[in-house]
């Protein structure tokens, strides 16, 4: 992680109360500074715009979401390491490799690209649109609709990639969810104005 985030310096710390005393912490140093401060990420001005109040009430949730999808990820991914998924088969040699490393230009892509990896979540996404236009109940989980099947497909392939790739898919998805709740055009008073975001 290559800044601070009210949900990553809290993370080291011992248990819950701790992680969410650190974090606000960080939210005092980032309101101490003036939030129009160039040198302060969206996500800084945003998310330090929040009262101390609020973030003491938001903080401890994103830490237990972080938490939860990083279990997620990581037993989804250890049971697709188990089937070889992320090994060539002829070989047995293993093809997880490091997003960042790609981000940063140090390497190129493994042999499991991320334009493969996206077109079969999409394609999960697409069955889920299909089962639910067709109202269909899975034809292998017979007693499941079909909707919620191919989702649950799609979250499989979604997680199992942030851990093939060392994607930080959980830490991204608790720092957008502090991220969310403070942004002002996600409000139900700048949603329900013209040109708001409705869905």
């Keep these: 992680m290559s800044r601070d985030t009210i949900l990553g310096y809290g993370i080291g710390a011992p ?3 701790a992680r969410t005393q650190r974090s606000i912490e960080l939210h005092r140093k980032w309101h101490s500074l003036k939030l129009d401060n160039e040198k302060l ?3 800084e001005k945003t998310v330090g715009s929040l009262s ?7 903080a401890p949730k994103a830490i237990e979401l972080y938490e939860a999808l990083q279990r997620v990820i990581d037993i ?20 997880r490799w490091d997003y ?15 334009a493969t ?10 069955e889920a649109w299909e089962a ?3 109202r269909l109940h899975d034809d292998k989980l017979h007693h499941m609709p079909g909707l919620a099947v191919e989702l649950a497909d799609a979250i499989f392939r979604i997680v199992d990639t942030a851990g093939g790739i060392k994607l930080p898919l959980a830490q991204a998805y608790a720092d957008k969810f502090m991220f969310n709740a403070a942004r002002p055009d ?3 008073k700048a949603r329900a104005a013209a040109g708001g975001k409705k869905v």
Excluded at 52 to 58: F, K
Excluded at 100 to 114: F, R
Excluded at 120 to 126: C, L, R, T, Y
């Design 76 to 95: 989804s991914h250890a049971l697709m390491l188990e089937r070889g998924w992320w090994s060539d088969l002829e070989t047995g040699a293993d093809e």
């Design 41 to 43: 990420s969206p996500y």
């Design 52 to 58: 101390e109040q609020r973030l003491a009430e938001l």
């Design 132 to 134: 639910h236009r067709q």
């Design 15 to 17: 248990d819950l109360e």
């Design 117 to 126: 990896m996206l077109a079969n979540i999409h394609g999960e996404v697409s």
């Design 100 to 114: 960042t490393e790609v981000l940063d230009g140090v390497k190129t892509e493994g042999p499991k690209t991320v």
């Design 186 to 188: 996600h409000s139900r």
